[in-house]
């Protein structure tokens, strides 16, 4: 796995307020009954971890980047809620499950993982594998192509652009949520639902600002792999994030994405 962006403290900062924003959207998504084992691959800092054990039951995140899993049990310890998950080191592509947990899981979960791996339909047939007979599988992931600000930002192109080249020179894909339905048939499960968590903000919301400085910390973080392969001058970088900042000061400013969610079933 090539993560572009990292896991130093500012980028942790930076997913810890993501989490915030956007894990009661996909929560709702989810359509949890209770009394549910749920796997998360790749669980990050495991915010969404922890809110899907407040309503399922036993959940258990698995994630490969020892600093991130260290955050996790960090913030689980701080919130006093250590003991509603079990938080576990491994990788998606080689899932650290004993023998007795596989097919046993009534929910298995990924978000914002397929697009950083190099083998996504590897990590798709073992979450199926983890499912048990009649269980989902639910993957969530973006497309980086559908981001729309308005007006248009003098410089955002290219960048942009840039920006999604890097996830290709890692051998990874930006716009992976559009093959999530195919992902999940490859890998032996029924498709059943495919669907987007809205993923935008204007000037005056209040989501506004902390969405504006994801974006320049996506951009940020991608910025030593976009100068190591020569997408983009560094001077048109600066250039397209100083533009990003000025229109974000716009009273007028707003910007479109989503990410795609897609589930699927273990056949029984």
């Known amino acids: 796995m090539s993560y572009l962006h990292g896991s130093a403290p500012d980028e942790q900062r930076r997913l810890a307020k993501m989490n915030d924003l956007l894990n009661a959207p996909l929560l709702r998504e989810l359509r949890l009954q209770g009394n549910e084992r749920v796997l998360d691959v790749g669980c990050g800092l495991a915010q969404l971890t922890r809110g899907m054990a407040k309503q399922a039951g036993r959940v258990i995140g698995i994630e490969r980047d020892a600093r991130q899993l260290a955050e996790a049990k960090r913030l689980a310890e701080e919130a006093g809620e250590a003991g509603l998950v079990e ?12 023998d007795e947990e596989w097919a046993s899981f009534d929910l298995v979960l990924t978000r914002f993982l397929l697009e950083h791996l190099q083998d996504p339909r590897r990590a798709v047939r073992g979450m199926v594998r983890a499912a048990r007979p009649g269980g989902r599988i639910v993957l969530a992931d973006d497309d980086h192509p559908l981001l729309r600000p308005w007006p248009e930002i003098p410089g955002f192109a290219p960048l942009w652009s840039a920006y999604q080249e890097a996830f290709r020179c890692l051998k990874n894909d930006p716009e992976i949520g559009k093959r999530l339905v195919t992902l999940l048939h490859e890998a032996g499960a029924q498709p059943r639902r495919n669907t987007w968590v809205f993923f935008g903000s204007c000037a005056g919301s209040d989501t506004w600002e902390p969405l504006v400085q994801n974006l320049l910390g996506v ?4 910025r030593g792999t976009i100068e190591e392969h020569r997408l983009l001058p560094p001077e048109a970088f600066d250039y397209g994030m100083k533009e990003i900042a000025a229109w974000a000061e716009r009273p007028d400013a707003a910007f479109w994405y989503a990410f795609a969610v897609a589930e699927g079933v273990r056949p029984g």
Do not use: I, K, V
Request: hydrophobic share 40%; no cysteine; charged share 40%.
């Open 219 to 222: 951009l940020r973080t991608g």
């Open 87 to 98: 938080l576990r080191e491994g990788d998606a592509l080689d899932l650290p499950l004993e």
